[in-house]
């Protein structure tokens, strides 16, 4: 008799396939059963997860929206000297404020409120148009 060729045929490819998915769909459905037993039993603290993840999204939306590279330049390039970087950081630190005590509606309205009459009463301007142009200069000047 001739020894069996070494690939399997393919009827018991079929079978060991149909098993792997058979086991699959079981692993799936007991998965599902552990899920159901834990929102069953630890339903209550599960809710406590959706509010920690709730917040940690909110703080990373803040932290994204937060105004970070002007105050870091203004305390590292010392621009305290300058009247209009300084009204720009009072603006800056006017606006968090106001978002963290009251609300951002009110922070923003009433932030740009007081810049339109500063520019028109008191001759408030931008410090800068362009942050990007601060960064290339300041870069350069501490290269020297």
């Given at each position: 008799?001739e020894?069996?060729?070494?690939?399997?045929?393919?009827?018991?490819?079929?079978?060991?396939?149909?098993?792997?998915?058979?086991?699959?769909?079981?692993?799936?459905?007991?998965?599902?059963?552990l899920?159901l037993g834990?929102?069953?039993?630890?339903?209550?603290?599960?809710?406590?997860i959706?509010?920690?993840?709730?917040v940690?999204?909110?703080?990373?939306a803040?932290?994204?929206?937060?105004d970070?590279?002007f105050?870091?330049?203004w305390?590292?390039y010392?621009?305290?000297?300058?009247?209009?970087?300084?009204?720009?950081?009072?603006f800056?630190?006017?606006?968090?404020?106001?978002?963290?005590?009251v609300?951002?509606?009110?922070?923003?309205?009433?932030?740009?409120v007081?810049?339109i009459?500063?520019?028109k009463?008191m001759?408030?301007?931008?410090?800068?148009?362009?942050?990007?142009?601060?960064?290339?200069n300041?870069?350069?000047k501490?290269?020297?």
């Open positions: 008799m020894k069996s060729s070494a690939r399997p045929s393919a009827a018991r490819n079929a079978c060991c396939a149909s098993l792997r998915l058979s086991a699959l769909l079981l692993a799936f459905v007991f998965a599902g059963f899920v834990g929102l069953l039993n630890f339903g209550k603290l599960i809710t406590h959706a509010s920690a993840v709730f940690g999204v909110l703080l990373k803040g932290l994204d929206v937060l970070r590279d105050p870091l330049a305390l590292k010392k621009w305290a000297g300058n009247k209009a970087r300084n009204i720009q950081f009072a800056i630190l006017y606006t968090t404020l106001m978002t963290v005590l609300d951002l509606n009110v922070a923003v309205v009433s932030g740009t007081l810049f009459l500063g520019r009463f001759g408030f301007t931008d410090a800068e148009e362009d942050f990007a142009v601060v960064h290339e300041e870069s350069m501490a290269d020297l």
